[in-house]
């Protein structure tokens, strides 16, 4: 039984790589399930449990209108993600990739691992939250800059000038002049 599509998807997808979550948002449990009974969709969630050895989540639910109770079960899926890179090639989505590159563009800054790895987390929310079996890999590199450049100039710059290629120093000088303005 799905409850909210984008919570659903968010659970298979942050379950898949390694950590759970599940939607515990009031609002969200309860929204479009209807009452096997009576048939109305005016239900509400009275108790949500981990089943299944976490793969599910089992929740107890009860019927507005008739007052009857009944049971749902969200069975957590794998869905894998994948990325398209420039050469139109495919790879699985990995985590890790992406922390390599801005670590690698952050060497060296006086920034908190912890900082750095929340960032990182905005990241990931962000690539998820586009709910796409397929991303390519330019999306991702902009999400990138955009938070690096929020965080850190130098690595902002470093990791733009490998992600865009810079041919040249001039390329490279323009592109730190537009953030130091
Ligand atoms: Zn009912």
Same mark, same amino acid.
């Given at each position: 039984?799905?409850?909210?599509? #984008?919570?659903? #998807? ?50 107890? #639910? ?120």
């Amino acid at each position: 039984m799905i409850d909210s599509i #984008r919570g659903f #998807r968010y659970t298979q997808i942050m379950k898949n790589h390694g950590r759970e979550y599940f939607p515990a948002d009031k609002e969200k449990e309860g929204s479009f399930v209807k009452c096997p009974f009576c048939n109305k969709d005016n239900t509400h969630v009275v108790d949500s449990r981990p089943a299944d050895d976490n793969c599910a989540i089992r929740r107890r #639910r009860l019927c507005d209108d008739c007052g009857r109770r009944f049971t749902t079960y969200e069975k957590v899926e794998t869905i894998p993600m994948t990325v398209i890179k420039k050469d139109q090639t495919r790879q699985e989505y990995d985590r890790s990739k992406i922390e390599a590159g801005v670590m690698r563009a952050c060497y060296k800054r006086p920034l908190p691992i912890d900082e750095i790895r929340e960032m990182i987390d905005r990241i990931e929310l962000e690539i998820f939250n586009l709910e796409e079996k397929e991303i390519s890999s330019n999306v991702i590199g902009e999400i990138v800059m955009d938070k690096l450049k929020e965080l850190d100039a130098v690595a902002y710059v470093r990791f733009a000038s490998v992600y865009r290629e810079f041919r040249d120093i001039n390329t490279f000088m323009d592109e730190l002049k537009k953030i130091l303005e």
